[in-house]
């Protein structure tokens, strides 16, 4: 259960505890419910959501200013959304900097197709453009 994601933008409820600091290994079966009933609430995901990439920013970029990333940053940020911090940076970024259509190209193709939508992105975070 604790990999089943919830809310208008999916965030696994172990991510979202994570976020929250809560052990989502202590937390009841009951507890897990309400949170994700929580995130199903679009105030609460997005602001959760808003949370979790701030940290995937300064995870990958320490001291960025993350009300203004580069396309680099807005890539890695997305892609590690998605995928997770396993993968190195370096192989984010060769990934990011591969031609479109590119098998490499794939570690960051969530990252990418939030770039193309990033004025909305930037406006559900309640970012300006």
Same mark, same amino acid.
């Given at each position: ?54 940290? /995937?920013?300064? =995870?990958?970029?320490? %001291? ?6 580069? &396309? ?5 940020? @997305? $892609? ?23 098998? /490499?190209?794939? =570690?960051?193709?969530? %990252? ?6 990033? &004025? ?5 975070? @309640? $970012?300006?453009?």
């Amino acid at each position: 259960p604790t990999l089943t994601s919830f809310g208008a933008i999916a965030m696994q409820l172990r991510v979202a505890a994570h976020v929250l600091g809560l052990d989502v290994t202590t937390m009841s079966y009951s507890e897990q419910s309400k949170l994700g009933q929580c995130l199903e609430t679009d105030a609460f995901n997005i602001d959760v959501v808003a949370k979790y990439l701030h940290e /995937l920013i300064l =995870y990958d970029y320490p %001291g960025a200013d993350t009300a203004n990333l580069t &396309d680099e940053q807005f890539v890695i940020a @997305g $892609s590690r959304y998605n995928r997770g911090t396993q993968r190195p940076l370096a192989d984010m970024i060769a990934s990011n900097n591969a031609d479109e259509g590119s098998p /490499l190209r794939e =570690y960051t193709s969530y %990252g990418h197709a939030m770039l193309r939508h990033r &004025d909305r992105v930037r406006n559900m975070l @309640g $970012s300006e453009p």
